[in-house]
């Protein structure tokens, strides 16, 4: 029995140094594979971070792009809605004795004739008449085009018209108040401008634009001098210009133009279009403002202007003379006299 126990021991005592050894030997791989776990949570920290880093940068990135795709849609839509038309209301026309330009100053309305000045009050009563606005000239001139006021003063364009030719073409200054003469400036004649239809003071950028109705390359710009010295300054390609250009008015940082465009014989209509100003650029769209289809009868469109206390356009127009060549020839049926009206459009 005693031998039988000492087996037994034996025996008890390798199982468990066998057990501690398998034991032993067990927990050695698991030590050996702590490196490769903590190095494969590493790469999976990194991984993640840079995951997120690059997700923070896609989304930062899609948040700039969308901002400024905002601002450029906010830009677009500010610039779509200053360039786009204003709505125009037919309130009035007035018969006056001008044919050729209109313009508006301190509750005065300004007509020319082709040889004439005349004031009307608010009402469009009229006050007084220049016949002989050529007195104090050098060059011979007969013929004034639309045109502007700018504190006191009357800005015109004038020049020798006969047939569609013009000379001696001119900026001429008269006081507002007695309608006489006051001042002169010479075009230059390197400008390539052949006819001066129509005149307007640009005090935001200190300058006076004339415009042509000459059918050649002339009437396809618009030419800029110095307020002050009346030097010349440039000229401006209209793109896509409209035909036979009557008038000129700086407004708000557009230069609104009226032009004869429309057969009175086929009762088309005559349109004013407008040039946002921009003197980094050497050629300006062309936008159509209003087409003149409201008029008493289809003719021939002149100067415009705006009276600012009433908030309307105005646009002189002339009916009932057969135009040749820039000139009235003849009548049509039922006239014996050309009728001359400034229609008065309320703008909201």
Same mark, same amino acid.
Not at 23 to 41: F, I, L
């Given at each position: 029995?005693?031998?039988?126990?000492?087996?037994?021991? @034996? @025996? /008890? *005592?390798? /199982?468990?140094?066998?057990?501690?050894?398998?034991?032993?030997?067990? !927990?050695?791989?698991?030590?050996?594979?702590?490196?490769?776990?903590?190095?494969?949570?590493?790469? !999976?920290?990194?991984?993640?971070?840079?995951?997120?880093?690059?997700?923070?940068?896609?989304?930062?990135?899609?948040?700039?792009?969308?901002?400024?795709?905002?601002?450029?849609?906010?830009?677009?839509?500010?610039?779509?809605?200053?360039?786009?038309?204003? *709505?125009?209301?037919?309130?009035?026309?007035?018969?006056?004795?001008?044919?050729?330009?209109?313009?508006?100053?301190?509750?005065?309305?300004?007509?020319?004739?082709?040889?004439?000045?005349?004031?009307?009050?608010?009402?469009?009563?009229?006050?007084?008449?220049?016949?002989?606005?050529?007195?104090?000239?050098?060059?011979?001139?007969?013929?004034?085009?639309?045109?502007?006021?700018?504190?006191?003063?009357?800005?015109?364009?004038?020049?020798?018209?006969?047939?569609?030719? *013009?000379?001696?073409?001119?900026?001429?200054?008269?006081?507002?108040?007695?309608?006489?003469?006051?001042? !002169?400036?010479?075009?230059?004649?390197?400008?390539?401008? !052949?006819?001066?239809?129509?005149?307007?003071?640009?005090?935001?950028?200190?300058?006076?634009?004339?415009?042509?109705?000459?059918?050649?390359?002339?009437?396809?710009?618009?030419?800029?001098?110095?307020?002050? /010295?009346?030097?010349?300054?440039?000229?401006?390609?209209?793109?896509?210009?409209?035909?036979?250009?009557?008038?000129?008015?700086?407004?708000?940082?557009?230069?609104?133009?009226?032009?004869?465009?429309?057969?009175?014989?086929?009762?088309?209509?005559?349109?004013?279009?407008?040039?946002?100003?921009?003197?980094?650029?050497?050629?300006?769209?062309?936008?159509?403002?209003?087409?003149?289809?409201?008029?008493?009868?289809?003719?021939?469109?002149?100067?415009?202007?705006?009276?600012?206390?009433?908030?309307?356009?105005?646009?002189?127009?002339?009916?009932?003379?057969?135009?040749?060549?820039?000139?009235?020839?003849?009548?049509?049926?039922?006239?014996?006299?050309?009728?001359?009206?400034?229609?008065?459009?309320?703008?909201?």
């Amino acid at each position: 029995m005693r031998k039988r126990s000492m087996s037994i021991i @034996i @025996i /008890s *005592a390798l /199982s468990v140094s066998l057990m501690l050894g398998l034991s032993a030997c067990g !927990t050695k791989p698991a030590a050996e594979s702590a490196p490769a776990d903590s190095a494969a949570a590493d790469n !999976t920290a990194v991984e993640s971070s840079v995951d997120d880093s690059a997700a923070v940068d896609d989304t930062a990135a899609d948040s700039s792009a969308d901002d400024i795709a905002a601002v450029d849609d906010a830009a677009a839509d500010s610039t779509a809605a200053d360039s786009a038309p204003a *709505a125009y209301t037919l309130e009035s026309s007035h018969e006056v004795d001008g044919r050729q330009g209109i313009a508006w100053e301190n509750g005065l309305y300004y007509v020319s004739g082709s040889t004439t000045l005349s004031v009307y009050d608010a009402d469009w009563n009229r006050i007084k008449t220049e016949t002989e606005p050529f007195g104090a000239f050098d060059a011979e001139v007969n013929h004034i085009g639309d045109i502007d006021v700018y504190n006191g003063e009357i800005y015109a364009g004038v020049e020798y018209f006969m047939d569609g030719e *013009a000379s001696n073409i001119q900026m001429a200054v008269y006081d507002a108040e007695t309608l006489q003469l006051t001042r !002169t400036y010479m075009f230059d004649p390197e400008s390539g401008q !052949t006819e001066v239809s129509g005149m307007t003071v640009d005090p935001d950028h200190g300058s006076m634009w004339m415009c042509s109705w000459a059918m050649d390359d002339s009437g396809s710009y618009l030419y800029r001098y110095d307020l002050e /010295s009346g030097a010349y300054l440039g000229k401006v390609r209209m793109e896509i210009p409209p035909q036979l250009i009557q008038g000129i008015k700086y407004y708000e940082g557009w230069l609104y133009i009226t032009a004869d465009d429309g057969d009175a014989d086929d009762d088309a209509p005559d349109h004013v279009y407008k040039c946002q100003v921009d003197l980094s650029l050497d050629q300006y769209p062309v936008l159509t403002e209003k087409t003149l289809d409201d008029v008493t009868r289809q003719g021939e469109i002149e100067g415009l202007s705006f009276d600012t206390d009433k908030n309307q356009l105005l646009v002189c127009y002339n009916r009932g003379a057969i135009i040749v060549k820039g000139m009235p020839k003849g009548f049509y049926e039922g006239y014996d006299a050309e009728i001359h009206e400034v229609f008065a459009y309320d703008m909201q």
